[in-house]
């Protein structure tokens, strides 16, 4: 009985001892929210989401209280975090807690200030420095300077004038203008972003800022300066570093400006670089390009056994989403036997399924003529003898016979 016993116990240490040697998911994240000028019940939890569904963090949502609340009682401790988000455009903070934050970042924290958080803390020195430029608030020629593009020209701009300003929702162009950066390395030149507000007239210190993208602020939906001004910059703050974004503004469920896979993709990249300084993230196949808007209505990247799944119904005439996550997941597989092997007797499963679609069917045997194998041939034969099929599958089968 003893013996048992002191065997319990031992298991019990090297279950605690192993528990307590576990490394943390992902890089712990504090979102600061609370109050703001935009539905910030909406954006925080989605921020959360987004951020997490990269593997890469793990978010804990905090509020202050409400406008006219007593603000001492905000009081995070941020050296709990790698990371801080904020969401936030309300009442100062306390003394003690922007001495706090200006510290955390000093000392090396990663922050990302998200749309409308550009906007907050016009008098906190400190902040304005480590967002790079804001809006309203009273902003003006005081604050700092206008900073945007005029053709392929970084210009500062002096000039007295409001600062912040945008025109009605719209979709519109994201040039990139840093293309070696981490957090743009990969992302097409150009690229459409969901309907959203295109901030512009910012202004502020602009220390140690870099602008990674721009977006052409047009007459056409109002308030444009015709110039191209900042969506995404970099700014470094004694050993922080800070991603900003001055894309996504809420809807209800998150809207086309969050929903849209550039935004998702930049913020996912931008938070990873923030907390670390690289970037190790691939540029997904559904980054938008000039071409128009992509949207993850869930927010997550869609994988190759979700596209082979809704294949079976696809409409090509509605979307090709679907088409292009399998073509990417098969150039990704280049030089791995097992893994194209693998994904080759998934698409003949759905080839040979009786619920797939003529129309899917095509396309699935259009691409099992350049990647399959012999294990494909017997279920292509037996497609021969389909009359709407018959042309497809003779074409994959002589491509087939004439690569070995």
Not at 263 to 274: H, K, P
Not at 283 to 297: I, K, Q, S
Request: one cysteine or more; a negative charge.
């Amino acid at each position: 009985m003893k013996k048992q016993y002191f065997l319990l116990i031992a298991l019990a240490l090297l279950v605690s001892l192993f528990n307590g040697c576990k490394k943390e998911t992902g890089f712990k994240t504090l979102i600061i929210t609370g109050q703001n000028n935009h539905d910030w019940q909406a954006s925080s939890p989605l921020l959360k989401t987004i951020l997490e569904e990269s593997g890469l963090f793990t978010c804990e949502i905090m509020t202050t209280p409400e406008k006219g609340g007593d603000m001492t009682t905000f009081d995070p401790d941020f050296s709990k975090y790698k990371l801080v988000v904020i969401d936030y455009n309300g009442d100062s903070w306390s003394d003690k807690t922007n001495t706090s934050f200006t510290d955390f970042v000093k000392s090396g924290g990663g922050v990302v200030i998200y749309h409308a958080a550009n906007n907050s803390f016009p008098a906190w020195k400190e902040y304005n420095e480590m967002t790079g430029l804001g809006g309203w608030g009273d902003r003006s020629e005081k604050d700092g300077p206008y900073i945007y593009y005029r053709r392929d020209s970084m210009i500062v701009d002096n000039s007295p004038g409001r600062g912040g300003n945008h025109g009605k929702r719209r979709e519109f162009l994201v040039r990139t203008r840093i293309a070696d950066h981490p957090i743009t390395k990969g992302l097409p030149a150009r690229w459409i972003h969901g309907n959203d507000e295109l901030y512009s007239e910012l202004r502020g210190p602009a220390k140690n800022m870099q602008i990674l993208a721009t977006a052409f602020a047009d007459s056409a939906a109002g308030g444009g300066t015709m110039r191209d001004e900042p969506m995404l910059m970099t700014i470094t703050y004694g050993n922080g570093r800070i991603f900003h974004t001055a894309m996504g503004h809420a809807d209800k469920d998150g809207g086309p400006a969050m929903q849209c896979a550039g935004f998702i993709v930049t913020l996912q990249r931008g938070a990873e670089w923030a907390v670390t300084g690289n970037v190790t993230q691939k540029v997904p196949f559904d980054f938008p390009t000039a071409a128009g808007v992509v949207l993850r209505p869930d927010y997550t990247d869609l994988t190759f056994e979700e596209a082979l799944e809704n294949i079976s119904n696809y409409d090509v005439g509605k979307s090709t989403k679907n088409l292009v996550c399998i073509q990417h997941h098969i150039t990704e597989l280049a030089g791995d036997e097992k893994g194209l092997l693998e994904t080759e007797k998934a698409i003949v499963g759905v080839l040979t399924n009786d619920k797939t679609t003529i129309e899917a069917k095509k396309l699935l045997l259009k691409e099992l003529s350049w990647m399959g194998s012999d294990y494909s041939v017997s279920a292509i034969k037996d497609l021969v003898s389909n009359s709407e099929l018959k042309d497809e599958a003779e074409f994959a089968l002589a491509r087939l016979q004439s690569s070995k």
